[in-house]
């Protein structure tokens, strides 16, 4: 499972989560205990698995280097590890991508579509499972609870974790509300075979109940203190995507073979 200005403030706070773990007196809880928490903090382990699709409404700013911002109008289709989305700038033609019988795809208008491949394919993968935090320890080969750390103005459980991928993945758990608080990790290239240089930061924020789960509706995303792009989902429903929506293309079902495998 994306305010416009940042506080001077707030970017200071983002920068201090690399700091060390602070030292308390009272033992760190275990994974299974934060993970626990998290879960019932969102409404229960049943309200993350009731719904059988989702259809997510909003917008999402890239912030470009030379200051400008463009802004992209998407309508995303989800149900178990199937997902479509659609990204419109205003004037252009809409970009697709998705995730369906083991292909991640991405499709922008008048190009060869993008297979995802290697790592990105089993991020792709895990990106379209919606149930994904009712059991995130599957995505992970180790993950450990490291320290208590001020992440995003909260203080807040950081769990070090490599996915079964072998991506390093910090998760950072606000220590009072249970709430997952943001990421910190290398994302990888297009290719999916190395990781960029660059630690990317994501922030999640604007909780909002529906129907007995929270779910964030705001996703911040920081290299170091810059901010490259934030996403806000305007409104959820469930149970209310057709299924033919998540047909793979045509120019996508006629990619080779040998990269349509999870």
């Not at 004037?91 to 008048?110: I, K, M, N, Q, T």
């Amino acid at each position: 499972m994306r305010i416009a200005c940042v506080a001077a403030v707030t970017l200071a706070l983002l920068a201090a989560a690399d700091a060390s773990a602070a030292q308390t007196s009272t033992p760190l809880p275990s994974v299974r205990v934060v993970h626990d928490r998290f879960i019932a903090a969102l409404g229960g382990a049943p309200a993350i698995l009731r719904p059988r699709s989702m259809t997510i409404r909003g917008y999402y700013d890239i912030h470009g280097r030379n200051g400008k911002t463009t802004r992209v109008q998407f309508v995303t289709y989800a149900a178990d590890y199937r997902q479509l989305e659609i990204d419109t700038i205003r004037g252009r033609e809409a970009g697709r991508s998705g995730y369906e019988d083991g292909v991640g795809w991405s499709l922008a208008p008048g190009a060869q579509p993008q297979i995802a491949k290697g790592a990105a394919l089993l991020s792709a993968r895990r990106d379209a499972d919606i149930y994904y935090w009712a059991h995130i320890s599957e995505y992970f080969s180790s993950m450990n609870v490291v320290g208590i750390e001020l992440f995003a103005g909260h203080r807040c459980y950081h769990l070090s974790g490599i996915t079964v991928w072998g991506n390093k993945n910090e998760h950072y758990f606000d220590a009072r509300t249970g709430l997952l608080v943001g990421y910190a990790f290398h994302q990888w290239n297009a290719s999916g075979t190395g990781r960029e240089p660059a630690v990317t930061r994501q922030v999640l924020d604007d909780y909002r109940n529906f129907a007995g789960l929270l779910i964030p509706m705001r996703f911040t995303t920081y290299e170091g203190s810059r901010r490259i792009n934030q996403l806000q989902n305007l409104s959820i429903q469930f149970d209310n995507v057709d299924d033919r929506v998540f047909t793979l293309p045509a120019s996508v079902k006629a990619a080779p073979k040998s990269l349509r495998s999870v």
